[in-house]
């Protein structure tokens, strides 16, 4: 009898067990799903209903593979941007909760790679592997983690690395009005990074899709590609996308940054974001503010640009250096969207159209530009060498302006003048020709010794390409030194000025003329 009890009571288990495990199988199969309702669509935009548990940015999945950001949360609706095409969607379709934020791809493979804001690539270059993906929206490093910016970001620009000196971890603001040569400065401080060991992100917003193509292909042609990562939203793509570019774009070079790199960004330009939020708001039905403009406007853009800077060494040391671009309108720096970007940026390159028509490029604007940053992120040879150009150069500008009025000039006056023409010679630069450190220290050592005052000027171009190749003669130990953090000692500058003397030997004019030029004036 207790044996048929054993036997029963294992039927039983066996039965239980079966059961069990049934369970857990079609507990596994099925998937809880949240699904809602679309009631509108328009440009860019779609009101969905019937998603109780959404939560706010959280990605929504449309028919068609169509994805979409919930940005109004509301009781009864929620409004989504829609990050493609809306023409495909129609009131009445099924959208599905998703249960994660819009994220990107990150990761070595995407170097040298052409990719839109969502990680698809868009230059033929087949699939990206080996990637992960960040959130594009991620908190900006504490005050704790970050440390101060002491180590330059060379542009290879003389008027900006000599005057307006950009530090690693720094955001410099470059604004000017329409085809004054702002994507320029910015293409050529990426090109100027070959070799020095900075990764850079080009992120194109909103900009027509044979511009975009020009530059990538300059950057193909220069060998920048490879350490570069260019990431694009053309002016016909929807606003979403073009909202969401600079985000997607900042989550790329915060993974380098994490890793101990140094990473360039650029925003080019940050006008069109802002306008995209601006429709984006205004379909959502947002209050307009001010040039309507909803209120949130600058906390789009400083939550962004928060997230450049230059990590401790107990967080990698790594450090990300934004380069934003904005466009003016007739040279109105004091506009809504131009005022907002200064205030969070450590400085701004402005350039000028005025100088830009008289074919001063770049056409930056010493007395306009500013870099808060300073002398703290600029090698000691640059201080040394380059201290009182800026404050010549202002003066310059002023006694210009007032020597047209045909005023008889005193001689210490015209001095003044000819040597601000030497530095407006020196400062001028063509497009996609970088200089290097030691060359721009060199040239600038023999504007501020006097070297150049007696050169004529158009034969300024020439000199100074003599000077630069002659670079090649000064000793090693001087040109480690002048690179390096080290003082920028009296030996190093005699050292300096003597190749410099003789490579602009043959420009002088002879003793007399030189006389007699001086009695002339």
Do not use: W
Not at 243 to 255: F, G, R, V
Not at 310 to 331: D, K, M
Not at 403 to 423: M, N, P, V, Y
């Amino acid at each position: 009898m207790s044996l048929e009890l054993e036997d029963l009571h294992a039927v039983f288990d066996r039965a239980f067990n079966a059961i069990d495990h049934s369970a857990s199988t079609l507990k596994a199969q099925l998937t809880l799903r949240e699904v809602g309702l679309i009631k509108n669509v328009t440009t860019g935009i779609a009101t969905v209903s019937g998603l109780p548990g959404v939560g706010y940015e959280e990605l929504l999945q449309f028919a068609g593979g169509l994805l979409g950001i919930a940005f109004n949360v509301d009781e009864d609706e929620v409004g989504v941007i829609l990050l493609g095409n809306y023409e495909v969607l129609h009131a009445g379709d099924e959208v599905e909760r998703t249960g994660r934020v819009m994220d990107v791809p990150v990761g070595n493979d995407l170097l040298g790679r052409v990719i839109d804001p969502l990680g698809n690539p868009i230059d033929g270059g087949g699939p990206l592997i080996g990637t992960q993906r960040l959130p594009v929206e991620r908190p900006a490093a504490a005050i704790m983690d970050r440390a101060s910016v002491d180590v330059p970001l060379q542009t290879g620009l003389k008027a900006i690395d000599a005057l307006i000196p950009i530090g690693r971890g720094q955001r410099e603001l470059i604004l000017g009005d329409r085809q004054t040569g702002k994507t320029a400065i910015a293409i050529d401080t990426i090109l100027n990074q070959r070799g020095q060991n900075v990764l850079c992100v080009y992120c194109a917003i909103g900009q027509r899709g044979s511009a975009v193509a020009k530059v990538v292909a300059n950057l193909r042609e220069k060998g920048a590609m490879e350490y570069s990562v260019v990431i694009v939203a053309e002016g016909n793509d929807a606003p979403g996308l073009v909202y969401i570019t600079p985000y997607a774009a900042t989550s790329i070079a915060e993974y380098f940054m994490e890793q101990g790199r140094d990473v360039l960004i650029i925003y080019d330009d940050l006008t069109q974001h802002a306008r995209a939020y601006r429709e984006l708001s205004l379909l959502l039905r947002r209050p307009p503010g001010r040039e309507a403009f909803p209120g949130d406007i600058f906390y789009i853009h400083s939550r962004m640009l928060e997230r450049a800077t230059h990590l401790s060494a107990e967080r990698g040391g790594g450090s990300l250096t934004a380069l934003p671009i904005i466009e003016t309108e007739a040279q109105d720096i004091s506009a809504y969207i131009p005022t907002n970007l200064i205030s969070i940026t450590d400085g701004q390159i402005y350039l000028s159209p005025t100088l830009f028509e008289l074919g001063v490029l770049p056409a930056v604007d010493v007395g306009k530009s500013v870099s808060r940053v300073g002398g703290a992120a600029q090698r000691a040879a640059y201080r040394a060498v380059a201290g009182n150009i800026k404050l010549a150069y202002a003066q310059f500008t002023e006694l210009e302006a007032f020597a047209k009025f045909g005023t008889r000039l005193d001689a210490s006056t015209r001095r003044s003048i000819d040597h601000g023409q030497r530095i407006r010679a020196c400062l001028k630069q063509a497009e996609s020709q970088p200089v290097s450190l030691l060359e721009q220290i060199t040239v600038l050592l023999a504007l501020t010794a006097g070297l150049l005052d007696r050169i004529p000027l158009e034969k300024m171009p020439e000199a100074e390409m003599t000077v630069r190749k002659a670079t090649t003669e000064i000793p090693p130990d001087v040109a480690t030194r002048v690179g390096s953090a080290d003082k920028f000692s009296n030996v190093d500058r005699k050292a300096i000025l003597d190749v410099a003397t003789r490579a602009l030997a043959p420009f002088q004019p002879p003793h007399d003329e030189a006389i007699e030029t001086k009695v002339e004036k």
